[in-house]
């Protein structure tokens, strides 16, 4: 690293974003970089989810760092332990588990003369001059707040904490919630018990996915050919930007009405009984909720030992789930997939600004920032997965290098030792969320349901813009909105 000035440098979480930001540091020159990381191991979302039939929504050869192909995947849309195998073997490959303090929950990061001092669960950590988070969204579970939760005598637990060595097979277990987990549990799970119940509040709109084996020629190929896994990974992440992503965001009309078709038809060509269909067809839009992706939700929940239950559940008591109906759904096991509180960031963590506000005070209406990266008050904070980043638009590992990407330019220009402190202008944070607000009506986003993507103001949280803009906005900083000292 060319400059004066020797940064030293913490990174919140040891997840998919953390590790690449701790890379591309390295990588910069930065050498006294720590990352605090609140679990004992790696591996944040894909660590937490162990759940039977956890798999990733984007494919194998589109979710992956830039830098780091892969050719071993073994199915289509990879499965959770795959991916957190490779972010393990990256760790190792990069030597990065020398930088990370596991078990280490940060608890307060405060601006203090000129640098920000942390305190840790072990204590204070010092004063550092940039700090990144990459806390991500999926950690913190949501529990549904359902009179009697605590009476069960069975075993009961959130997806995102699911029971080690706990054995499934031939018992009655009872799923709450509809969304990507829940389905992909159901095909998982319903081969295997005595008899599964599914509690659905809400329908979803479900695309077909071409999951399948990848074939063992196709990963020697890729082996020998780096040029043509190359070209899967650009393809893919074009076919999903330029005709998934443009579509939600009102950008591609034409990919939208066929999406729409292939949901329907997916549906009407699955399920044969009507009265299941028809309690299986959302009121809302395609794209309005995220979308689920599943090779075998229709046909696991057809099965003779699989219901659909869609009378509201009223309490829960010692043998199992009392429905509004008065009947008593007897089970051995209740399991809660009922996703996260995607809003709450880098919380319970308190971090305290420029003028003695903290995070929670200045997000106290929704939590907004500039370019979803920065935010003005917090010189010098950087965050990857920031208010309205593109959580449900683009691959994940796409949208988190280019936000640090854009990160690591404002951390090298406090390098160069001529200036100490960057924040955005409040009128520059204040332009971007007028122009977020004008936007998003022509989403899907907006046309009427209940998500993870609004918060509890009723702010939509999402990049309302296509990939084309996001990654022109994260290529260069402008400097003119920006504070430096």
């Known amino acids: 690293m060319t400059g004066a000035r020797q940064l030293r440098l913490a990174v919140i979480g040891a997840g998919a974003s953390g590790l690449m930001a701790l890379i591309r540091l390295r990588e910069a020159g930065f050498q006294d970089v720590t990352i605090y990381e609140k679990a004992e191991t790696l591996g944040g979302t894909w660590r937490d989810n162990r759940y039977p039939g956890v798999t990733c929504d984007v494919p194998s050869h589109g979710y992956r760092y830039s830098f780091e192909p892969n050719a071993e995947w073994s199915r289509v849309c990879a499965p959770g332990d795959e991916i957190l195998d490779y972010l393990k073997n990256v760790a190792r490959k990069y030597d990065l588990e020398r930088s990370i303090r596991f078990g280490e929950e940060v608890s307060s990061a405060r601006w203090c003369d000129g640098r920000w001092e942390i305190e840790t669960t072990s204590g204070p950590q010092g004063a550092f001059d940039a700090v990144v988070t990459a806390t991500g969204v999926l950690h913190h579970p949501n529990y549904p707040d359902i009179p009697g939760i605590d009476t069960f005598e069975g075993d009961a637990f959130h ?227 920031g208010p309205n980043s593109p959580i449900g638009n683009f691959s994940w590992l796409l949208t988190a290098e280019n936000q640090f990407g854009y990160a690591l330019k404002l951390i090298q220009r406090l390098a160069r030792g001529n200036v100490s402190e960057i924040a955005p202008k409040r009128e520059a944070s204040r332009r971007f969320n007028e122009q977020i607000r004008e936007a998003l009506p022509g989403t899907v986003w907006a046309t009427g349901c209940s998500s993870w993507y609004i918060d509890r103001h009723g702010n939509i949280a999402s990049w309302p813009w296509t990939f084309e803009k996001f990654e022109a906005d994260m290529s260069e900083p402008q400097w003119d909105d920006f504070e430096m000292a």
């Open 159 to 385: 997806t995102a904490r699911w029971k080690d060595g706990l054995s499934l097979k031939g018992k009655r277990v009872g799923v709450i919630g509809t969304g990507s987990t829940a389905t992909q549990i159901t095909g998982a799970l319903v081969p295997e018990v005595a008899h599964y119940a599914l509690f659905q509040r809400t329908a979803q709109w479900i695309a077909p996915l071409p999951q399948g084996p990848i074939p063992e020629e196709q990963k020697a190929l890729f082996r020998e050919r780096p040029d043509l896994l190359q070209a899967e990974y650009e393809r893919i992440s074009h076919e999903n930007n330029s005709k998934f992503a443009a579509a939600i965001v009102g950008a591609n009309p034409r990919a939208y009405e066929k999406l729409v078709q292939v949901c329907r038809d997916y549906l009407e060509t699955s399920v044969r009984d009507p009265e299941l269909r028809a309690k299986l067809t959302p009121t809302y839009a395609v794209g309005c909720k995220r979308l689920i992706l599943s090779e075998n939700f229709y046909e696991a929940i057809q099965h003779p030992n699989a219901e659909l239950v869609t009378d509201r559940i009223e309490r829960i008591e010692e043998r199992g789930i009392r429905t509004a109906d008065g009947r008593l759904h007897e089970l051995d096991v209740i399991v809660f997939a009922t996703g996260f509180d995607t809003h709450k960031l880098m919380r319970p963590m308190e971090a305290r600004g420029q003028d003695g506000r903290t995070l929670d005070e200045v997000w106290a209406e929704g939590n907004q920032g500039y370019l979803a990266v920065t935010v003005p008050g917090f010189p010098n904070w950087f965050m990857i997965g």
